[in-house]
């Protein structure tokens, strides 16, 4: 069964969207619901989603991937558009298939350091390939998102820095300034003024064909563009524009991926444990700063929870409350994003170090030791 989280997307698509069945009856459906034993050289999507849909050709190819952040944030979201745009896209490219296959050579996976999730130590020691269906079936089973925490938990234990790609997974377009339309394949709706979207020259209404040479079938499938992108890189995109199709050239400017918002993540839960003893932080908004009468440029991360569990409590226990504001930290004291800022920590600093932090509360400036577990 699916997480709570996409249980109205999932209803929708297996049992109440009827015009649906005859796009699906052209494939071999297959529902996989652990992560055992999945091939992660094949099986390579956005863990943190909770419904995700790969669509192959038979021999193995990807024609392209689906998952929507819509549905995360709210389970009652049944729309299914998006997802049939994505469906149809798979039919068209299977159709021009085998000549097509050069284009569809970067939306392969990628080369993985382990085969299955149960070749990673963390999840090796506490799963078996085969779930308990007699017994305790739900904590037999891996789910998606504890594979993004078990790769990150490798490069923990052994002190070495986290990769971007595993702190800033599968970017949203948001991230470059692009909002794109939910019931579409890719279409925009909205360009950030002054970001590399606007950039490029990208207006309301293009419909996004292709991103560096990959033909495009939805969102997820612009977001594992980003994924596997360099930093920096240019990325060439052709868009239709009333009927019209027209060249840009995408410019990511060095640091880009680190601009992309992963507080909403399941991941950032574990990485908050391991950077920031279990705090969750809101860089505070300009007129919250005027009220306290704080700088626009520096350092003003509210305090919206601490945890109270495990190493989720060491923040906690190292004195932060709360309602804090965390004005300075291993020095830094320069405006930052949650996101940043766990990056941040997570590639300069190793467990069993101890940060020195300046918070605010009330009125009172406090000096408190961070530990990284």
Same mark, same amino acid.
């Given at each position: 069964?699916?997480?709570?989280?996409?249980?109205?997307?999932?209803?929708?698509? $297996?049992?109440?969207?009827?015009?649906?069945?005859?796009?699906?009856?052209? #494939?071999?459906?297959?529902?996989?619901? &652990?992560?055992?034993?999945?091939?992660?050289?094949?099986?390579?999507?956005?863990?943190?989603?909770?419904?995700?849909?790969?669509? #192959?050709?038979?021999?193995?190819?990807?024609?392209?991937r689906y998952g929507s952040?819509?549905?995360?944030?709210?389970?009652? &979201?049944?729309?299914?558009?998006?997802?049939?745009?994505?469906?149809?896209?798979?039919?068209?490219?299977?159709?021009?298939?085998?000549?097509?296959?050069?284009?569809?050579?970067?939306?392969?996976?990628?080369?993985?350091?382990?085969?299955?999730?149960?070749?990673?130590?963390?999840?090796?020691a506490k799963y078996k =390939?085969?779930?308990?269906?007699?017994?305790? /079936?739900?904590?037999?089973?891996?789910?998606?998102?504890?594979?993004?925490?078990?790769?990150?938990?490798?490069?923990?234990?052994?002190?070495?820095?986290?990769?971007?790609?595993?702190?800033?997974?599968?970017?949203?377009?948001?991230?470059?300034?692009?909002?794109?339309?939910?019931?579409?394949?890719?279409?925009?709706?909205?360009?950030? =003024?002054?970001?590399?979207?606007?950039?490029?020259?990208?207006?309301?209404?293009?419909?996004?064909?292709?991103?560096?040479?990959?033909? $495009?079938?939805?969102?997820?499938?612009?977001?594992?563009?980003?994924?596997?992108?360099?930093?920096?890189?240019?990325?060439?995109?052709?868009?239709?524009?009333?009927?019209?199709?027209?060249?840009?050239?995408?410019?990511?400017?060095?640091?880009?991926?680190?601009?992309?918002?992963?507080?909403?993540?399941?991941?950032?839960?574990?990485?908050?444990?391991?950077?920031?003893?279990?705090?969750?932080? +809101?860089? /505070?908004?300009?007129?919250?700063?005027? +009220?306290?009468?704080?700088?626009?440029?520096?350092?003003?991360? #509210?305090?919206?929870?601490?945890?109270?569990?495990?190493?989720?409590?060491?923040?906690?226990?190292?004195? #932060?409350?709360?309602?804090?504001?965390?004005?300075?930290?291993?020095?830094?004291?320069?405006?930052?994003?949650?996101?940043?800022?766990?990056?941040?920590?997570?590639?300069?600093?190793?467990?069993? +170090?101890?940060?020195?932090?300046?918070?605010?509360r009330g009125g009172e400036?406090? +000096?408190?030791? /961070?530990?990284?577990?």
């Amino acid at each position: 069964m699916p997480c709570q989280a996409c249980a109205g997307i999932d209803a929708a698509v $297996l049992l109440e969207e009827k015009d649906l069945a005859p796009l699906l009856n052209q #494939f071999v459906l297959v529902r996989v619901i &652990d992560a055992n034993t999945l091939d992660l050289e094949l099986f390579q999507f956005d863990y943190d989603l909770s419904f995700s849909a790969l669509f #192959f050709n038979g021999d193995g190819t990807v024609y392209g991937r689906y998952g929507s952040w819509r549905h995360q944030k709210d389970p009652q &979201d049944k729309t299914t558009a998006g997802f049939r745009r994505a469906i149809e896209g798979a039919l068209a490219l299977h159709t021009g298939y085998a000549t097509n296959k050069t284009v569809l050579i970067g939306k392969q996976g990628l080369p993985s350091r382990f085969k299955t999730p149960l070749e990673i130590p963390t999840l090796a020691a506490k799963y078996k =390939p085969a779930l308990d269906w007699d017994g305790q /079936l739900a904590q037999s089973c891996v789910h998606c998102h504890q594979v993004g925490e078990a790769l990150r938990e490798t490069f923990r234990a052994k002190q070495q820095p986290m990769p971007d790609n595993l702190i800033y997974s599968w970017p949203s377009p948001e991230t470059i300034g692009l909002t794109l339309a939910a019931d579409e394949a890719a279409k925009v709706e909205a360009v950030t =003024p002054g970001s590399p979207a606007a950039r490029a020259g990208f207006k309301p209404g293009d419909n996004l064909i292709s991103l560096d040479g990959q033909p $495009l079938i939805s969102l997820a499938d612009v977001s594992w563009v980003l994924h596997c992108a360099g930093d920096p890189c240019s990325l060439s995109v052709t868009i239709d524009r009333n009927g019209v199709r027209t060249q840009l050239s995408l410019t990511l400017p060095s640091g880009w991926r680190k601009k992309t918002d992963i507080s909403r993540r399941v991941g950032a839960w574990g990485m908050r444990g391991m950077a920031l003893g279990g705090m969750v932080l +809101e860089d /505070l908004a300009d007129t919250a700063r005027t +009220e306290r009468g704080l700088g626009q440029d520096r350092m003003a991360l #509210f305090v919206k929870s601490v945890g109270e569990y495990g190493k989720h409590a060491a923040a906690k226990n190292a004195g #932060f409350k709360k309602g804090d504001v965390l004005v300075e930290l291993d020095g830094k004291s320069a405006r930052s994003t949650e996101s940043e800022l766990l990056g941040y920590l997570l590639q300069h600093h190793n467990p069993g +170090e101890r940060l020195k932090a300046n918070v605010l509360r009330g009125g009172e400036r406090f +000096e408190l030791s /961070l530990p990284m577990q």
